[in-house]
């Protein structure tokens, strides 16, 4: 548990580095990214989720009303179920969305906290602008596309009776590893250390890393703190970075 708690720690660390007076203003952009797409997302939510799951709901009626003695009791379950599914998903598209929007700018952030956070004199890798965000724009997409991958396979979960109730806790758990590896990123790149690198670091550190994406993951469900998770996250994961991974990372 001791791992679990570095990583859990470095994420909430990330609250008092983006008040700190030579770091907020690297904060100002990614949190106005942040917070104008997490509006976007909670008025399409309040408008479309409601009504997708009664639609879905109407159209499977006639196969839950077979099950006559379990239909109140299924109904409100696999709606929560639903809604819950639809909510987490539309989080992680915008956030992704935003993370990739924000990306130059996280970038920023998480160099401005790595110098602050040792005495040493930190050596990044430099290379022209075009070529960094192309390389930042492959990474969210082949992120995105296994995103998407893995999401439908434990969506099947959701066909499953009785199982579908474990979605929204494997849910949890496959975005606390998504979210570790989403945020370690700004860190590990501006060090030349790309996606390959990077989960197989995190393959290494697996508790850590499910620490790290718990307080991530939190912090997104909770209201108002949403708003500004991404930056706290990036300065977080600096952190945990900086504490508990770049040295294994520098002996190989």
Known sequence: ?????????????GFTW???????RFVYIPLAINALL?????????????????????EKNDWIGMLQWSYD?????LTFVLYAAFVLIAYFLFSSVANLIAAPFNALLSKAVEKRLTSESVQYLEQPLLKEIVIMVKTEIVKLVRFVGL?????????IPG??????IVWFIFMAYVLSLQYVDYPMANHGYYYKEQRQLLRCNRMQRLGFGTAANLMLLVPVVNFIAMPVCVCGATVWWRQHLYHQVEKD
């Open 73 to 77: 009791l299924i109904v409100p379950v």
């Open 151 to 159: 999401s439908v396979l434990i969506l099947l979960l959701l066909l």
């Open 163 to 168: 199982l579908n109730m474990l979605f929204p």
């Open 18 to 24: 983006i008040l700190r007076p030579k770091i907020r």
């Open 1 to 13: 548990m001791n791992d679990f708690f570095k990583g859990f720690g470095g994420a909430l660390s």
């Open 38 to 58: 997490f509006i976007s997302a909670f008025v399409l939510l309040r408008q479309y989720a409601g009504h997708w799951v009664a639609s879905w709901i109407g």
